[in-house]
């Protein structure tokens, strides 16, 4: 493929996408190592074998069940069979352009052309994947439907405090028991990893670059578990119970004008949360809650499905005396296992982080007959997926 320009620089795009997949992808290469993102092979066959998918159902093989009978000679033995699941998967695709006058001035300098834009679209598509991750992961605890919402009740830990050293601890004992074990990762916004740290609860990691630098990274450990620093996580502004001494409190008045230290029963009513109950004459006082996610091994399938052409450059030698455009394409699937995307309500060929959160989207794999009281459904506890919700 003949070289195009980028600034009077050439511009191979094989060996640009060669450089930006060596450029060390933090962020995403730990959420790997700690093997909460994982290769599926059947999403891989499905995808690289359809020309043109964006969407699949695919084969869960079913576990194996039923009681065993007493074996004294005189009991038959009964069989059962496993029953086959099916979970849907969507391939997500995104793209963006930068556009640059005189690009050239401000890369070069000494500076190696491609190795310097390589690094700033690698760390781009790092954010990317992960505002794409936790768009799913809100869209799987928005799940509704009677054993959907189970798996979100027993899967939510919800406390009225900021965090403690024992709150990770129960909430995975909580959604998964034994299988506990299985979790690896932590997704907290920085207010609460701030607090954390306080507490001396997080062991920082460290990264040492091709010169021998060793920095420290915007990631550590909790009780083991790889903590990723992200304030995209959600983050509820509302009122919490209180008292007429409680610092900052508001007294509830049924309706008129609030005076200061007032607040009306229906402007509380308007926030994110509030207390059950809430009526006139009670005290509430501001506060915010924030979600935590906690993901195990192999909770999020992940494949790079590609696209035909994942860079490419434009020159428009005449507007502003000249401008170059880079573009950029990808198209990924993120497959939270054991939860299947029922693609309910999409527009498009790829859902947008709207449609990825969802509830509606998304439901608990299942054996899929049409009668809901005769589905088998996989069990919550083997889903290593999990979330807290903490005060500020």
């Given at each position: 493929m003949p070289n195009t320009k980028f600034d009077q620089k050439s511009f191979n795009p094989e060996a640009f996408k060669y450089k930006v997949g060596t450029i060390p992808n933090l962020k995403m290469n730990e959420l790997k190592k700690s093997a909460a993102l994982g290769s599926d092979p059947d999403i891989k066959a499905t995808f690289s074998g359809q020309n043109g998918t964006s969407y699949a159902r695919i084969a869960m093989r079913g576990l194996l069940d039923g009681d065993a009978v007493n074996y004294d000679g005189e009991t038959d033995i009964t069989a059962t069979s496993t029953k086959t699941f099916e979970r849907g998967v969507v391939v997500v695709g995104r793209a963006k352009a930068w556009v640059e006058r005189d690009f050239s001035y401000d890369i070069t300098g000494g500076v190696d052309f491609m190795d310097n834009i390589a690094k700033q679209v690698a760390e781009y598509k790092d954010g990317l994947d992960q505002k794409t991750i936790l768009s799913v992961l809100k869209g799987v605890f928005a799940m509704t439907g009677a054993k959907n919402e189970e798996f979100v009740n027993k899967h939510t830990t919800v406390i009225d405090t900021p965090m403690t050293a024992t709150t990770l601890n129960s909430a995975?004992?909580?959604?998964?028991?034994?299988?506990?074990?299985?979790?690896?990762?932590?997704?907290?916004?920085?207010?609460?990893?701030?607090?954390?740290?306080?507490?001396?609860?997080?062991?920082?990691?460290?990264?040492?670059?091709?010169?021998?630098?060793?920095?420290?990274?915007?990631?550590?450990?909790?009780?083991?578990?790889?903590?990723?620093?992200?304030?995209?996580?959600?983050?509820?502004?509302?009122?919490?119970?209180?008292?007429?001494?409680?610092?900052?409190?508001?007294?509830?008045?049924?309706?008129?004008?609030?005076?200061?230290?007032?607040?009306?029963?229906?402007?509380?009513?308007?926030?994110?949360?509030?207390?059950?109950?809430?009526?006139?004459?009670?005290?509430?006082?501001?506060?915010?809650?924030?979600?935590?996610?906690?993901?195990?091994?192999?909770?999020?399938?992940?494949?790079?499905?590609?696209?035909?052409?994942?860079?490419?450059?434009?020159?428009?030698?005449?507007?502003?005396?000249?401008?170059?455009?880079?573009?950029?394409?990808?198209?990924?699937?993120?497959?939270?296992?054991?939860?299947?995307?029922?693609?309910?309500?999409?527009?498009?060929?790829?859902?947008?982080?709207?449609?990825?959160?969802?509830?509606?989207?998304?439901?608990?794999?299942?054996?899929?007959?049409?009668?809901?009281?005769?589905?088998?459904?996989?069990?919550?506890?083997?889903?290593?997926?999990?979330?807290?919700?903490?005060?500020?």
């Open positions: 995975v004992n909580k959604a998964c028991g034994a299988n506990k074990k299985a979790f690896s990762l932590v997704f907290v916004h920085s207010d609460v990893a701030t607090n954390l740290e306080n507490l001396n609860l997080v062991e920082r990691l460290k990264y040492t670059d091709k010169d021998g630098i060793t920095r420290d990274l915007d990631l550590g450990t909790w009780n083991g578990k790889l903590i990723v620093i992200d304030d995209d996580m959600p983050v509820d502004e509302g009122y919490f119970t209180a008292t007429a001494e409680t610092a900052g409190a508001l007294k509830v008045v049924e309706s008129g004008s609030a005076q200061d230290g007032e607040i009306t029963l229906a402007n509380v009513k308007k926030a994110a949360f509030f207390p059950a109950g809430v009526k006139a004459d009670d005290y509430v006082v501001s506060g915010v809650k924030y979600t935590t996610y906690i993901l195990g091994k192999g909770a999020i399938a992940f494949e790079n499905i590609g696209a035909k052409v994942e860079y490419e450059m434009f020159r428009d030698p005449k507007t502003n005396g000249g401008m170059d455009t880079l573009y950029t394409r990808q198209r990924k699937c993120f497959a939270p296992y054991g939860i299947s995307y029922e693609k309910t309500s999409q527009a498009s060929n790829s859902p947008t982080d709207a449609e990825l959160e969802n509830g509606a989207n998304w439901a608990l794999v299942h054996s899929g007959e049409s009668s809901v009281s005769q589905r088998s459904y996989i069990n919550h506890k083997a889903i290593p997926i999990a979330r807290i919700i903490s005060r500020g």
